[in-house]
């Protein structure tokens, strides 16, 4: 198995677009830090906003968040923790880190991994229709190796691609962070079940990322199925990414129905029970996590019972 994941590694760094999709990444990584930073000098020129001010407002908006009796135990439990947080930090004069400083712009880089999602499909639908198209299918199901072999190999390796996308997003948005903003002064807090700590950004910001894979995987995986149900890479791709940015969409419109807390895209965004902006009242991480495992389960199976049982010698 590892030397067909090898194999099929080596043949997605062969071809331009992997590197085209890499380099395109970091360039818009650093020509949004760019922006940022201008419009952040222009805008905010001659302002100068005490961080009390602005923990004070926030610590105000938590407490009247809290007052409202539509908020589910999750969405409470977070808003009272960022509460404890405002209050600990006032308390002991302990301020957060500027939106301008490499540190915040780490915490917030899961946010741009809607672009590794968007490469990510990319690969995933053309890695196994691409052998179709170009023919080289044939010859490679004549070597002594069992198609359900091969196929995980081909998911492996558009998974790991996905996964090398989302650590060069996170340590591009660090390095372009700490060249337009330099290090900033602040105290990273957190609730560890019982009180306010210190904690490392870092370690928030690789949580928040892995979180944020949810999606990248999930998706990744519908366009696998239909590269290899439909091998036809351009579908797999346009269907997959137009999902993408309609499926959030069409939780709202499936606000009203019970059906919306068994759709995928309710569940996709993992990083909302640490934001508080949760898509769906009364649903949790644990039904979230079962809901994206059935939905793998069943796309993987669509995929293998295809693959095996397909005729792909005509």
Not at 9 to 25: A, D, E, F, R, V
Not at 180 to 205: C, H, N, Y
Not at 231 to 249: E, N, P, Y
């Amino acid at each position: 198995m590892l030397k067909l994941i090898q194999n099929e590694w080596m043949k997605l760094w062969s071809k331009k677009s992997s590197w085209i999709m890499m380099i395109l990444l970091v360039i818009i990584l650093f020509a949004g830090m760019g922006i940022t930073k201008w419009v952040n000098t222009t805008m905010n020129e001659g302002i100068d906003e005490r961080w009390e001010d602005r923990v004070t407002a926030e610590l105000v908006n938590n407490q009247s968040m809290l007052s409202t009796p539509e908020l589910s135990d999750a969405q409470r439990e977070y808003y009272e923790q960022q509460l404890a947080i405002a209050e600990h930090r006032l308390e002991n004069e302990l301020p957060p880190y500027e939106y301008t400083s490499m540190q915040q712009q780490v915490l917030d880089s899961h946010l741009m991994l809607s672009l590794v999602t968007l490469f990510t499909v990319v690969v995933a639908a053309g890695i196994v229709a691409s052998e179709f198209s170009q023919g080289t299918i044939k010859m490679l199901l004549t070597r002594p190796v069992k198609r359900w072999k091969i196929l995980t190999s081909k998911y492996i390796t558009s998974m790991i691609f996905g996964v090398l996308l989302a650590v060069i997003t996170v340590a591009v948005t660090a390095l372009a962070g700490l060249i337009f903003f330099g290090i900033g002064d602040g105290v990273f807090l957190r609730w560890d079940g019982s009180e306010v700590v210190e904690g490392s950004f870092w370690l928030q910001a690789l949580k928040l990322a892995a979180l944020s894979f949810a999606s990248t995987w999930m998706i990744g995986t519908f366009a696998f199925m239909l590269g290899t149900v439909f091998r036809s890479s351009s579908l797999a791709i346009g269907l997959s990414i137009f999902l993408m940015f309609t499926g959030v969409q069409a939780v709202f419109l499936l606000s009203n129905y019970e059906i919306v807390k068994y759709y995928l895209f309710t569940h996709t965004d993992l990083t909302q029970y640490y934001t508080g902006t949760m898509l769906v009242p009364d649903i949790t991480m644990t039904m979230s996590l079962i809901v994206l495992f059935v939905y793998f389960v069943i796309f993987m199976a669509i995929s293998y019972w295809m693959f095996s049982k397909r005729d792909v010698t005509a």
